[in-house]
Each structure stands twice: as structure tokens, then as C-alpha cells.
């Protein structure tokens, strides 16, 4: 029983480690990346204090060499859905009771393990599976990932000293008690520190998980779960499960249990979600928290008075950073007529300098999309560019799929800012441009606002403050992450809280403690200290 109100440990946000060459963290992780590449794991499903091994697997590969196998990952069937979901629900009754000061110290001790003897397997992981260079996995599955760790405890005791006005007469109170039921997290492939965050949130606040990470980012969110294992994660409070994602969201989402779903992915699976929860909202016990960050058409909108080279470089970063596998990667760009020529000659010249291949080789700084049905999608969208009469490809425009799915950076021009590209969703290192007028841009700012479904990132360059603020003013519900003078990418917790609204989700902002609230259910308590015996009022004389 707690005995006193706790300080945790002050969040701080982890350092980037440079691994420059011959450094001491890039020897680390290379050897670690060697070891793993020459092994192979066998990934079971973990369910209360079992690892299940199903016999039902699928192979896991690198993308930038699918040939490639590191290991295989069981699959789990509807039973074994169901036993999850018993096995959570099982768990809860002790986690949601427990200090939460012993919640704390698991989650903090799991960031140390990161940032210390879990750091290098973490960040090759990431390399391996998700083809990212060592400085995104470093970002990423190290930095991000721990600082979610932190500060998600520092949000928790924020959240909990939240307390309302008493009086001499009484004590009130406010108690920030689990969901009631279970909660769903179903994790992208694009950030292992997204696929640590999701499961992990929910569970700081007491509640209970059954977690899916995406097939494709399988390999490192074992390593997760080794690391909450390490930590001292009781059994059954988060429970993963791999397999078929329609039918295990279907058993899962028919359970009247279901106290909530936190999701990061594509905008048409979490629109079926919202409508199946609705056609199931009778059956379940209370009304489930539905928290989503989904899709995104991010924007760079330049200015006339922006710098060419500056707005160049937020382009090759903010598009090509992770071959544009990124919810806020820049994939859609308007440029006044003036700035057009020095732009592309800064970007034909940043394209011309990037290598492309495997991450283990350091000196790359483009790798490979995550699958061949991306790989697919990019190359008929890029083929289609350069037959079409109102699009052209200007830099790039190649790929090739024989070892590893390679898409070279690609700079698509069109005069049609309602092209094809300037609309859809496209995740890969593809950014088309679109060259306004210079006297035209309160009529750019308007095609920003009303060209996407989105608005989750968006980015404009400026020198002059007026088109600064006026940018700011017209594109205020166009991206739920706005950056001035900066790429549109690379939102750091505790600085930037992080999601959009429209098609781009529910924009409760991981990386905060609004985040951390959807999964709390507040009870307000009054006490009353000298108790009415008498129900009559002075009015009545």
C-alpha cells in the first residue's frame, strides 16, 4: 500500500546516438545486425505465461533481400484469440489494483533496458525487418520509443494530481480507475516505437491488452515483448497475438469486453472498425474508446520569399527520410513559379548523392519499401506519371524488385493540382511538386486546405512573417501537426504532440496526456464531513 506521494524520475528525452564511423554504438549494432541476420528466430504467440507455437507459421524476410529468411512467427486461430481475451481480462483484476507506482517502475525500467543491452538487437531489429538506416532505427525503435517510456509516466502522475476544489465542509476527490474491459491495440510496420507505445499506454493507466502488430514488424515487436517480459510485466496484461487480421478483429470486436481500441494504420481499415463497433455498440458492456491515427497527404507549401535551398532540404528529408514510409512524410508540394528552377536543381543534386541498398551498409540512405504490394502500388502510380499528358517524372522514376523492393526517390511535376499523386496516399519515396503562380498564393493556401482527405503533417517556408501567420491561419485544420521553416516529419514526445483529424484519425495526440486520458475512467468521489439530518432548507422559514 502506497505511503506517500511519489516523485517519478524527471522525463528527459534520450539523446541520438550519431554512429558516426568508428564509433563504439556503430560497431555495436553492426555486430548485432550480423547475428541476427545469420539466425534465425521462431516468434510464438504470447498469451498470459504461455508462448504458443501454433505449427501454423509464415516466414518472416528482409525487405531489401525478401529471399532472405531471419525467421517464422505462428499464427493464431479463433480459439486462441478468444483464450487471449480470457487471459487479459483474467489479469486485470490484480493490474488495475496494483500502485501505481509498481505500473511506473516497470514501464521505466523497460525504457533503461532500451537505452542500454536492449539498444543494439532493438535498432537491428528494425534495420532487419523494416529495412530503416540506423539513424531512423535509432530514432525510432531506441529514441522514440524509450521517451514514450518516460514520459508517458510523467503524463500519468500529471493526469493523477488533477484534482478538484474542496471546501472545509467536504473532500472531493477524483480517481482515475482502468477501462472496464479490455483493451484492442493493432500496431503499424512503419515505427517499432508506435508498436511499443500502443499496448504499452493503455496498460500504464491499468488497463488490460490483447495487442496485433503488423506481419511485417513481427521480428522487433518480439524483441518488445522480451523487453516488458525483462521489465517485469505481470503475465496477461499485454497479450500478442499474430495471425489473420480480419479474423482475429472479429472475434475481438464481437466481444462485449471490449473497452477499447487504440490504432495507427491506413484510414480504410479503421473506418471499418468504427462501423463495425457501431453495428456491434448493444452488445457490449460500456461504449469502447476508439483512438486512431490513421492516413496522411502531407504538404510543403513555400512562400516566394522562402530559401530554395531550405525548402529543398525539407523535401529530401521530410519525402525520402525511410523511403516515405512515414504518416507524415511529405508527399505533396507547391512551390511559387520563382523558387521552381533553384528547388529542383538543389533536389536533382541531394537525389543524385543518396545511395541506395541495404542498411547494413551505413553510407545508404535509402533502403527498401516494406513489401512487394507496396513495391507494386508505387510502380503502377510512377509508370502512370510518365504516360499521363498533365504529369511528368523529373528526377528519378526507377525500381526494381529482383533482390530487394527498391523504389529510387521520385520527383513527379504536374499541372493538375488535383493529380492523382497529389491526392492519394502513396507511403513511398515518391513526392509530386505542383508550381503556383507567385501572385497566386492565397489561392495556393486554399488548394493545401481542400486538395486531401487528410490532415495529419504539413510544413510551410517563409522569411516573411505575414505569410507566415496567414499560412498558419488558413491551414489551421489541415494539419494537426504544423511546422514553420522545418520538414514536415520527426515529432519528438514531450515536445510535439503528435496526430491529426479528418481522415488522418481522432487526433488525441500521442506523446501527451491527452493520450493517456482515453484510456482512464474518472470517478469522482465526495465526502461529506458533518452530515444533514434535517432535509428541511432556511428558505422554508
Not at 538543389?346 to 551498409?361: H, I, N, R, T, V
Request: hydrophobic share 40%; charged share 20%; glycine share 8%.
Amino acid at each position: 500500500m502506497s505511503k506517500g506521494f511519489f516523485n517519478v524520475p524527471k522525463a528527459v528525452n534520450e539523446p541520438v546516438k550519431s554512429y558516426a564511423p568508428g564509433s563504439t554504438e556503430r560497431e555495436t549494432v553492426a555486430n548485432a545486425y550480423k547475428q541476427m541476420w545469420n539466425s534465425q528466430v521462431e516468434v510464438p504467440i504470447y498469451i498470459g505465461n504461455e508462448e504458443i507455437k501454433t505449427g501454423d507459421t509464415k516466414t518472416m524476410s528482409a525487405p531489401h533481400d525478401h529471399q532472405h529468411v531471419v525467421g517464422i512467427y505462428h499464427q493464431a486461430n479463433r480459439e486462441l484469440v478468444e483464450k487471449a481475451i480470457a487471459s487479459a481480462l483474467e489479469a486485470r483484476a490484480k493490474w488495475a489494483s496494483l500502485s501505481w507506482e509498481h505500473r511506473a517502475s516497470i514501464f521505466l525500467k523497460a525504457a533503461e533496458l532500451l537505452a542500454g543491452p536492449y539498444r543494439a538487437k532493438i535498432n537491428a531489429a528494425t534495420m532487419i525487418a523494416q529495412s530503416k538506416t540506423i539513424h531512423q532505427a535509432e530514432i525510432d525503435a531506441a529514441c522514440e520509443l524509450i521517451d514514450f517510456l518516460r514520459y508517458n509516466v510523467e503524463f500519468m502522475t500529471q493526469i493523477y494530481k488533477d484534482q478538484p476544489k474542496s471546501d472545509s465542509s467536504m473532500w472531493n476527490r477524483v480517481e482515475y480507475r482502468p477501462l472496464e474491459g479490455f483493451v484492442y491495440a493493432i500496431t503499424p510496420f512503419n515505427f517499432t516505437a508506435i508498436s511499443g507505445n500502443l499496448p504499452s499506454s493503455a496498460a500504464l493507466m491499468g488497463n488490460v491488452v490483447v495487442w496485433k502488430p503488423a506481419a511485417t514488424q513481427v521480428y522487433s515487436a518480439n524483441v518488445i515483448m522480451q523487453v516488458f517480459k525483462e521489465a517485469g510485466l505481470p503475465n496477461g496484461v499485454i497479450n500478442m497475438i499474430t495471425g489473420d487480421s480480419g479474423m482475429i478483429s472479429d472475434v475481438i470486436l464481437s466481444n462485449p469486453h471490449l473497452a477499447g481500441v487504440h490504432f495507427t494504420g491506413s484510414t480504410g481499415v479503421f473506418n471499418d472498425i468504427w462501423k463495425t463497433i457501431g453495428q456491434n455498440i448493444a452488445s457490449y458492456k460500456t461504449y469502447p474508446r476508439i483512438v486512431g491515427e490513421t492516413g496522411g497527404k502531407d504538404f510543403i507549401i513555400a512562400h516566394p520569399s522562402a530559401n530554395a535551398k531550405q525548402v529543398a532540404t525539407g523535401i529530401s528529408r521530410g519525402a525520402f527520410e525511410f523511403q516515405g514510409q512515414k504518416c507524415s512524410a511529405a508527399s505533396r508540394v507547391y512551390l511559387p513559379k520563382s523558387l521552381w528552377a533553384d528547388v529542383k536543381s538543389f533536389l536533382e543534386a541531394d537525389l543524385q548523392s543518396m545511395k541506395m541498398g541495404s542498411p547494413e551498409d551505413m553510407s545508404n540512405f535509402i533502403t527498401a519499401v516494406i513489401s512487394e504490394a507496396s513495391f507494386d502500388k508505387l510502380a503502377r502510380y510512377i509508370d502512370q506519371a510518365k504516360n499521363d499528358s498533365d504529369a511528368e517524372v523529373v528526377i528519378g522514376g526507377n525500381y526494381d524488385k529482383s533482390k530487394g523492393y527498391f523504389i529510387e526517390p521520385t520527383v513527379i511535376l504536374t499541372t493538375n493540382p488535383k493529380y492523382a499523386t497529389m491526392e492519394t496516399e502513396l507511403f513511398g519515396p515518391v513526392v509530386t511538386i505542383y508550381v503556383y503562380e507567385d501572385a497566386q498564393w492565397q489561392e495556393a493556401l486554399k488548394l493545401v486546405d481542400e486538395t486531401s482527405e487528410y490532415a495529419l503533417t504539413g510544413a510551410v517556408f517563409s522569411k516573411c512573417r505575414y505569410a507566415i501567420e496567414e499560412a498558419t491561419v488558413a491551414l489551421q485544420n489541415a494539419a494537426g501537426n504544423f511546422y514553420i521553416n522545418d520538414k514536415p516529419t520527426g515529432a519528438v514526445v514531450g515536445m510535439q504532440p503528435f496526430g491529426g483529424a479528418r481522415g488522418s484519425g481522432t487526433n488525441d495526440k500521442a506523446g501527451s496526456a491527452q493520450n493517456l486520458l482515453r484510456w482512464a475512467s474518472v470517478r469522482t468521489i465526495k465526502e461529506t464531513f458533518v452530515t444533514p439530518e434535517d432535509y428541511r432548507y432556511p428558505f422554508l422559514g
